[in-house]
């Protein structure tokens, strides 16, 4: 079982992760994205793990998967509360911190 | 000067400076700086609870350190002439590097002179404040400063280093300005002291630039080592060195062409004046000439410059002298006139240091001695200073007549009071030296009898010529008493030449006496100075003192005299010269400032206002554009890392 | 490897229908396809531990989250995908085009040898393995995460808590308020229309009819309106038209 389809579709879901947080403008389909970008990440790890031999690729990703976990939480509440003050989950609406 | 004079001043180096450690007796020496320093930070820092015993400090401190003086004077007369040299180390100033300044005294033939000046005539001078401050609310301040004056002074004369002199030097300029400035709600003293401590800046670059110099050349500024060692320096050094000493001199001593602030120092309360102004300060420039005897005896050129300054300041002085209806100021071209000729006699060489601490000494006795009569004069004039308002004083006050008839014989130069001495053996040098320098210095002895002698008329003798509700009277016996000893001191300063005695005693510190033979004998010389001295005062007589002298100054008065009132225009020179220019200078730069300065400032600082304002446009408050900004940074990153790993 | 294949397309697919999916719910179940599609490559590739975690954590937990807060925040016209910020689309499509391409080819031309493979590490089975290195080597960082996670949980509380600052309004008031709105604004003073009552769908998308044959729009739901799966008025009279009709024939 070759390692380099395994990365180069890592690749493409990375890519396509980062493109959509930058064309989409819901919050919640942005931090999609996100998710997205971090699962790409996560099946290189474990695929370099594969690779080399050992369970520190994997251990690498079930901390990613943490991180994520709370991360979610966290922003999916961010979203929440900017929802509720301005009824609005885009974030391009968000922009007063500018010139 | 001739070649022949030249080889034969080199033939007899200047004598080295090597004193012996102090002990025994000598070791009390730093007790004469430290009692009027007590004087003066006790009265200083001890504020009002010192006010009702401070002046009788300030004169028991002085009057110690003249009796510590003396007992110093005795013991070294006691010693062999070649062991008089004595030094006290007191410790160490500063070091950098291999640059070591020892804070040291030197107590020598020169030196103890001093100390016995400076302390007699400031005890005396003391003794008479205690009278003439006697109303002032501030006289424990004006105490406090007069010791701080005498310490700085001591300080001056004793050190054994360029460095400390100039320590003591900027001493007796701050105590110059404090005292000349002391009745500072007047403006006029304020912007005289001012005055006289901006001209005195100058005079102290020259000092401390001629120190550094010094340093520059032999690696150390002590006395010891740069005498030791000043004929391996060139002569162009040598010369600016001691042009740059000349400088300083000018400076303290107000002589041409820094002598401006010394009229408007009269300011200052009149013991100020005895003291400060006449017989100690500014003779600090005479003294730093001698002192620095190893340098100028080694370059001529330094000591030429040193004639030309006397002899245009004897002229000067003894000129506006003619012409000045105050006493004081009038008193004052007399001071810078007859300090003209001890610098004089100082640029003679050799041939003429003795003579020039010879005619300090004898002129400090009667200088002090007159602007203590002058003081008393006041005193009892009600502080009025204008001659044109005295007249007949001779027996409203005997005592201060009796003793400024005695100060007066002695300036004019006549036998056998103090001045005739010692003014006459330098008129006598400088006509040895050429013939240009004696008929100036022969012509400033008759100018100095013509207005010493108007003086006299239009004070003491002629007639009454009081202001309404004027009463004078005679001072008290605090002040008289010192103007008796000062006036004793210059009846009988001149036995200091007896046997030659001054110019033997300073051998050994300012070289062996050169005599030069003149075609008309010594004895000649004193009775030609004595034909133009009574010419002199004959024509005063007759010009002042058989017309009737009108309380105001006349308008319509020839061009010299006009002049003369008018300090010959120095400051009108110096308001043209330095000062306008100066004033456009600083104007020039003002507008320079704030069109080319401020202009590439401001104009930088618009361009940045542009450029930013241009870029702030990128902070458009979208998250997604920063994002994509990142995600391109990502990309740079990206191709990096390809170019490094397979460029 | 078979497997691999199989499940990458599908999953660039799904991966892709996050960028076009006009509604966020599409966008979440696009993203379940990819998730679950990676849980099984990660059993593909001898980390059923991960697979476990992964159908758990991400797709139960993380993505309920994702559907809970959609549901919370409702339609919104940010569902939109026409583009405001002119420009950034097509800077975005080409840096990404770019980084894709750039990323891909750098990453083909690596040679990473042939995989080790974990057998040997999964000797005694895959997750007695992780844990012996979880709790040995990376314990401290494991202990931190712990830490991570109570921070972020009571973070969102912290985020989600709504202060209530005026007191509970009790039915007296809020009569007294409508009474007062009517009195201020003519606010109609009566409950809200009730939607129309042409039971051939969902009667709650059909607008009441009001007596001269216009819609009363206070009498759908606002976020039914703004999905626009509101039947208009048109519609709705050839229905009408269509019953008529019906009975005339």
Known sequence: MSVTPFIVLSAILFTIGAVGVLTRRNAIVVFMCVELMLNASNLALVTFSRANGNLDGQIAAFFVMVVAAAEVVVGLAIIMTIFRTRRSASVDDASLLKY | MTTAMTAHVLMHAPPVVDPSSAHGVFSILWLVIALPALGAVVLLLGGKRTDRWGHLLGVATVATSFLLSLILFISLLGR?????????HLWTWFTAGSYHVEFGLLYDQLSALFLLLITGVGALIHVYSVGYMEHD???RRFFGYLNLFITAMLILVLASDFVGVFLGWEGVGLASYLLIGFWQHKPTAAAAAKKAFVINRIGDIGLSLGA???????GSTSFAVVSANAHNASSGTLTAIGLLLLL??????AQFPLQSWLLDAMEGPTPVSALIHAATMVTAGVYLIVRSNFIFSLTENARTGVIVVGCITLLMGAVIGCAKDDIKKALAGSTMSQIGYMVLAAGLGPAGYAFAIFHLLTHGFFKANMFLGAGSVMHGMDDDVNMRHYGALRKAMPYTFATFSIGYLAILGVPPFAGFWSKDKIIEAAFGDNLVVGL?????AGVTAFYMTRLMLLTFLSEKRW?????????????????????GLSAVGGLLLVNNWITTWLSPVVGAHVEHKLGVGSVGMSLIALVVVVLGAAIAWQLVGQRPIPTVAPEKVSF????ARADLYGDAFNDEVIVKPGVAGIRGLLVFDATIVDGIVEGLAAAFTAVSNAFRHVQNGFVRSYALMLFAGALVVLFALLAVNFG | MIGFWILAPVMVVAALGLLFARKAVHAALTLAVVMISLAVLYLIEDAPFLFAVQIIVYTGAILMLFLFVLMLVGVDASDSIVETIRGHRLVSIIVGLGFGLTLVLGVAQVSFGSAVGLVSANKDGNIPAIAKILFTRYVFAFEVTSALLITAALGAMVLAHRERLT?????AALAAQRMRDYADKGTHLGPLPPPGVFARHNSVDTPALLPDGTAAEASISRVLAARGTVKSVPEISADIHELEGGEDS
């Open chain 2, 80 to 88: 062999h002439s070649g062991n008089r040299q004595v030094s006290q």
């Open chain 2, 137 to 139: 609310d501030r006289r």
């Open chain 2, 212 to 218: 550094s110099l010094i340093f520059v050349t032999f």
């Open chain 2, 248 to 253: 300083a001199a000018c400076g303290k001593s």
């Open chain 2, 440 to 444: 100036c210095a022969l012509i400033g």
């Open chain 2, 467 to 487: 202001e309404k509700d004027v009463h004078p009277h005679e001072s008290p016996t605090v002040m008289t008493v010192p103007l008796m000893a000062l006036a």
């Open chain 2, 560 to 563: 010299l005299t006009r002049a």
């Open chain 3, 167 to 171: 007191p509970k309004p009790t039915q």
